[in-house]
């Protein structure tokens, strides 16, 4: 890798780790600039997702906010996603074709699951509520001063969501692109939250799946350090730039960016077979 295919990986991870913060699918702008300065394959696969674990962190760390409150909910999803992204990381070693067709299919999915998430979101939790009756509140008792009003745990998230995040964290450990996107999905249509709060949590899922993945290849792949270290140092300074960015796009612009992101990912995914 010469200098010239040096600042062009450098800038990749830049606006990889901005693009990862506010929608994800940032793989689909460094993997091809590592294939084009010559790495093969499965050392630019391998050496992406080492490099853009900085950027990860960055992101969680630049949506801290957002993030208050959501202790539990992230420490149980991200063991689903640590449990994923290794064992997406060792299918990757050793089956490295294995998910390619799919990919495609899967992300343009998740960009229409993300488009219609507030309609589903509404008909699920409209079949909690008739499920579920409202706790009987005694006449006269009045709400407790200043109490937060926590959003009702539908049923579903609790068994369907850590399953579909494990399974997630298995695509993101292999591959990665549009990871994301898919995430968002699964959470605003499952988990009751407001968008930049789940955003926020899905810094931290893809984070821990690019994490243990990460550490996987470090220890029985052979991973390129100089294209690994010129990523990271762009992502690093693109999570931050992402969370500002992601934090001021109002939920429905920032839904619709997804979406149509999200579709344009597949599709580019379907033409490059």
């Keep these: 890798m010469d200098a010239l295919g040096g600042v062009a990986v450098a800038a990749a991870g830049l606006f990889a780790g901005t693009i990862n913060t506010v929608v994800g699918s940032g793989s689909l702008v460094t993997f091809p600039v590592l294939l084009g300065v ?8 391998v050496s992406n997702t080492v490099g853009l674990v900085p950027g990860s962190v960055s992101g969680a760390i630049g949506y801290r906010r ?5 202790r539990g909910r992230a420490v149980r999803l991200g063991a689903c996603s640590l449990l994923g992204g290794l064992t997406g990381g060792l299918l990757l070693l050793g089956f490295p074709n294995a998910f390619r067709s799919i990919v495609p299919w899967l992300v343009i999915a998740a960009a229409l699951l993300m488009a219609a998430q507030p ?3 509404a008909l699920l939790r409209a079949r909690a509520e008739r499920r579920t009756p409202a706790a009987a509140v005694p006449a006269g008792a009045p709400a407790a001063a200043g109490a937060p009003t926590a959003p009702a745990t539908r049923p579903d998230s609790r068994i369907v969501l850590p399953v579909l995040v494990f399974a997630t964290g298995v695509y993101g450990g292999y591959f990665g692109a549009a990871q994301g996107v898919v995430l968002l999905a699964l ?22 799946v690019n994490g243990v993945a990460a550490v996987l290849f470090i220890l029985v792949s052979h991973v390129s350090w100089p294209a690994a270290l010129l990523i990271g140092a762009g992502a690093l300074v693109g999570g931050q730039v992402g969370a500002v960015v992601a934090r001021r796009i109002p939920p429905a612009v920032l839904r619709a960016v997804i979406s149509v992101g999200g579709v344009v990912v597949g599709v580019v995914l379907l033409v490059r077979g």
């Design 66 to 70: 957002e993030l208050v409150g959501q």
């Design 119 to 121: 309609r589903l979101s």
């Design 38 to 45: 010559g790495y093969s394959p499965l050392v630019a696969n």
């Design 187 to 208: 959470l605003g249509i499952l988990a009751d939250d407001g968008l930049q709060r789940l955003n926020a949590l899905k810094n931290v899922l893809a984070g821990v």
